[in-house]
């Protein structure tokens, strides 16, 4: 299972919040409630997460963010963190 976000900041960053709500058991991170609820471990950074595309932040985040979402749901790897976009 893949999942797709985004980030403005450096990735390290964006991994560390991530790492600490796994640790801790926040509730922030969609991804580390996932390893948590289905008792999955975390790993080191280049093992778990890479660049897919970097930009700079602009609309086109947002628009590259929802391609690769859709290319992972419709082969079934995508976690599912959010409202499909055709429901409310």
């Known amino acids: 299972m893949r999942y797709i976000g985004q980030t403005g900041r450096l990735f390290?960053?964006?991994f560390q919040e991530h790492f600490q709500d796994f640790k801790y058991g926040n509730n922030k991170s969609k991804f580390a409630m996932?390893?948590?609820?289905?008792?999955?471990?975390?790993?080191?950074?280049?093992?778990?997460?890479?660049?897919?595309?970097?930009?700079n932040k602009c609309h086109l985040m947002d628009t590259t963010e929802k391609l690769y979402v859709y290319k992972e749901?419709?082969?079934?790897?995508?976690?599912?963190?959010?409202?499909?976009?055709n429901q409310t």
């Open 12 to 14: 390290r960053v964006r």
């Open 34 to 55: 996932h390893l948590l609820e289905n008792k999955h471990s975390i790993d080191y950074i280049e093992n778990i997460m890479k660049d897919l595309y970097i930009t």
């Open 73 to 85: 749901t419709k082969n079934s790897n995508e976690i599912k963190t959010r409202t499909p976009l």
